[in-house]
């Protein structure tokens, strides 16, 4: 059985650009979502995915959005980045079974400048 | 709305002595109640919910819905018990909605 894989660990954009970050869901899951988190903050819920349609949102601009293909890996893409998007991003998914045991990915440590 | 207090950033205890990390909440309804823990250099995962009653590591924690909270208590702190501790809450059957987290540092 293998984990929740994110990638990639780290990158650094510019404010502005354009990023895109990938997660691999946990063999058997076919929910996932994404947190951030930043500095001395706990995860905040982004959205979820679940049979590749958005289930549910956080309090994020539409500039955050994301997708989930067949084979329930999942996407978050961010327009026009901003220095408060530097964060770390978390995936996590679940089984349907346990929809609320969430098993998480080790994150991708985002940094605007 | 739902809210996650944990209002210790940082808890220091020995070795052995007891250990108990707050969290209280706010939301209307019947939500659900956990414990995540990062141990350092490793990802979050799931220490215990408050529907399976179980004790995780010797960890337990009870949900007290008339003061809204629920502790996570330990008789005897151990120095492997050192992370950060996050208290989280679900009332939507989806989205997990996390407090600040409590850094606990066990020492010898």
């Known amino acids: 059985e293998t984990g929740v894989t994110q990638s990639p660990t780290h990158l650094i954009k510019t404010r502005g650009q354009q990023v895109t970050l990938r997660c691999s869901s946990q063999?058997?899951?076919?929910?996932v979502s994404w947190y951030q988190q930043a500095l001395g903050q706990g995860p905040q819920f982004i959205f979820q995915?679940?049979?590749?349609?958005?289930?549910g949102r956080g309090n994020f601009p539409p500039r955050f959005s994301g997708l989930q293909f067949p084979n329930y890996s999942s996407e978050l893409n961010v327009n026009a980045l901003e220095l408060d998007d530097s964060a770390l991003y978390l995936c996590?998914?679940?089984?349907?079974?346990?929809?609320?045991?969430?098993?998480f990915g080790q994150g991708t440590r985002l940094t605007v400048v | 709305a739902q809210r996650v207090t944990q209002p210790e950033k940082l808890l220091s205890v020995f070795k052995g002595a007891p250990v108990e990390l707050k969290c209280n909440y706010s939301?209307?309804?019947?939500?659900?109640l956990f414990w995540y823990v990062q141990y350092s250099r490793q990802r979050l995962q799931l220490l215990l919910r408050?529907?399976s009653r179980e004790s995780i590591k010797g960890f337990t924690a009870d949900l007290n819905k008339g003061e809204t909270s629920f502790h996570l208590k330990k008789p005897f702190a151990q120095e492997e018990d050192s992370a950060m501790y996050y208290c989280a809450l679900s009332g939507s059957g989806y989205a997990l909605n996390f407090g600040k987290g409590t850094s606990l540092l066990v020492t010898p």
């Open positions: 063999s058997g899951h076919n929910t």
């Open positions: 939301y209307s309804g019947s939500p659900e």
């Open positions: 995915y679940y049979r590749e349609e958005e289930n």
């Open positions: 996590a998914s679940s089984s349907p079974q346990v929809p609320t045991e969430a098993f």
């Open positions: 408050h529907i």
